[in-house]
C-alpha cells in the first residue's frame, strides 16, 4: 500500500495561517479510507495545539488542512504508475508514504526523512483512528527532530509532545498518565505542542511568510519506496 500526504503552502488570511496539505495513499485493500482517516488524524492532532505564531507583528493562529487521497499500486502497472508521479512530483505539498505491514524484510518501524517528503508507514502504527505515528512522521517531514536525538530512551519529564519517542521512558510521577503498563510512552499521548509548532515556523519560514504571505517547508526528495523498502529514486 502506499500512502502519499502532501505538504505546506501558509497563507495568511485574517487571523488564520491556513496550512494546506494532501495525504494521498496508494495502495491495495481499503487503503482510500486509510488515507482519510490518516489525513483526519493529522490534521486533528496539529490543530489540537492551537499554535500560534507572528508575523509582521501580528499573532496569527495556525490552522492545518490535510486531505487523503489513495494511489494506485495494483500490480506491476500501478506501481510503475504510483512511481511515475513520485518521480515527476515538483509540489512540496505533495507527500508520498508507502503503507506495509513491514517496513523492510526485518519488520520494522515507520519511517521518513527530515524535510523531505516521503517514507514509509506501518499499517498497525496507523490505522487506528487517533492515532499519532502518521503526525510524527510527518512532523519530521516539516523540519522537526526527535527532542532527544542522541539518546533514544530519555526521560520524558511532563506532557509527551509530538517528537516523543516510543522508547523514551515516562518519569515515575507522570506514568498512570501517558506511560503503558513497562513504563514507556503511550504513543497515543503525544500532542502538538506550540515549541513543535515553532520549530516548524523556523526565522526563515516567518520571513518568508512576511515578505510573499506563503512559505513552503521541506522540499520534494521523489523516492520510490518498494514493498521491501527499497527506496529508489529517478535516474
Ligand atoms: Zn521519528
Do not use: C, W
Amino acid at each position: 500500500m502506499g500512502l502519499l500526504p502532501e505538504k505546506y503552502v501558509f497563507i495568511l488570511r485574517h487571523q488564520h495561517a491556513t496550512h494546506i496539505a494532501r495525504l494521498h495513499a496508494g495502495a491495495s485493500g481499503a487503503s482510500s479510507a486509510l488515507a482519510v482517516s490518516a489525513a483526519q488524524d493529522i490534521q486533528d492532532l496539529y490543530n489540537s495545539a492551537g499554535g500560534k505564531i507572528t508575523v509582521n507583528g501580528a499573532s496569527y493562529t495556525v490552522k492545518f488542512e490535510v486531505r487523503g487521497h489513495a494511489l494506485e499500486s495494483k500490480g506491476i502497472t500501478g506501481e510503475f504508475r504510483t512511481a511515475g508521479k513520485i518521480f515527476t512530483n515538483s509540489d512540496p505539498r505533495n507527500n508520498f508514504f508507502r503503507v506495509e505491514n513491514q517496513t523492510s524484510s526485518s519488520g520494522g518501524e515507520s519511517f521518513s526523512r527530515r524535510s523531505g517528503n516521503d517514507g514509509m508507514l506501518n499499517y498497525s502504527e496507523i490505522s487506528k483512528r487517533g492515532s499519532t505515528t502518521e503526525a510524527h512522521e510527518i512532523g519530521h517531514g516539516l523540519g522537526l527532530r526527535h527532542n532527544n536525538e542522541s539518546d533514544y530512551s530519555s526521560l520524558i519529564k511532563g506532557k509527551p509532545d509530538l517528537m516523543d519517542n516510543r522508547n523514551d521512558r515516562v518519569q515515575e510521577k507522570y506514568r498512570s498518565k501517558y506511560a503503558l503498563p513497562d513504563g514507556s510512552l503511550n504513543l497515543d499521548k503525544r500532542e502538538v505542542s506550540q515549541k513543535n509548532i515553532d520549530d516548524i515556523f523556523t526565522p526563515d519560514v516567518i520571513n518568508s511568510l512576511e515578505k510573499n504571505g506563503k512559505a513552503a517547508i521541506g522540499t520534494t526528495t521523489n523516492t520510490y519506496y518498494a514493498p521491501n523498502g527499497q527506496g529508489f529514486n529517478k535516474k
